[in-house]
Nanobody, 121 residues
Framework: QVRLEESGGGLVQAGGSLRLSCADP????????LGWFRQAPGKEREFVAAISWDGDVTYYGHSLNRRFTISRDLAKNTVYLQMWMLQPEDTAVYYC??????????????WGKGILVTVSS
C-alpha cells in the first residue's frame, strides 16, 4: 500500500515562497507518476502539477501563472512542489498524489492526507 506523506506546509506572507515535499518512507515511488492537487475552502479540488515517473515530463494547472515548479529526486524517493510569489488565493490544503493517470482527480490511485498552506495578505 502506497502511503504518501506531505511536509513543508505552513503560514507564509503574500509574495513569499514555500516548498512542499512528499515521500513514502516505506517503499520506492520510482515507478509512479506523482503530482499535487489542492483544495481551497469552499472550492472544488484543483489539479496543480504532475511529473512523470522518470521526471522527464511535467504538467501544470492553468491558473498557476508559472509560479510553481514540480520536481522529483529519484534517489531521495521524494517529489517537490516549489511555490513562489504566493498569494492569498493559493491558500488551500495541498495533496500529494500518485499513480498512472493523475491529472484527473477521479483517476488518481493514491492520495496523501494533505497539508495546509496559508498565505496571509
Amino acid at each position: 500500500q502506497v502511503r504518501l506523506e506531505e511536509s513543508g506546509g505552513g503560514l507564509v506572507q503574500a509574495g513569499g515562497s514555500l516548498r512542499l515535499s512528499c515521500a513514502d518512507p516505506g517503499r520506492t515511488l520510482s515507478s509512479y507518476n506523482l503530482g499535487w492537487f489542492r483544495q481551497a475552502p469552499g472550492k472544488e479540488r484543483e489539479f496543480v502539477a504532475a511529473i512523470s515517473w522518470d521526471g522527464d515530463v511535467t504538467y501544470y494547472g492553468h491558473s498557476l501563472n508559472r509560479r510553481f515548479t514540480i520536481s522529483r529526486d529519484l534517489a531521495k524517493n521524494t517529489v517537490y512542489l516549489q511555490m513562489w510569489m504566493l498569494q492569498p488565493e493559493d491558500t488551500a490544503v495541498y495533496y500529494c498524489v500518485g499513480g498512472s493517470r493523475i491529472r484527473d482527480a477521479e483517476t488518481v490511485d493514491y492520495w496523501g492526507k494533505g497539508i495546509l498552506v496559508t498565505v496571509s495578505s
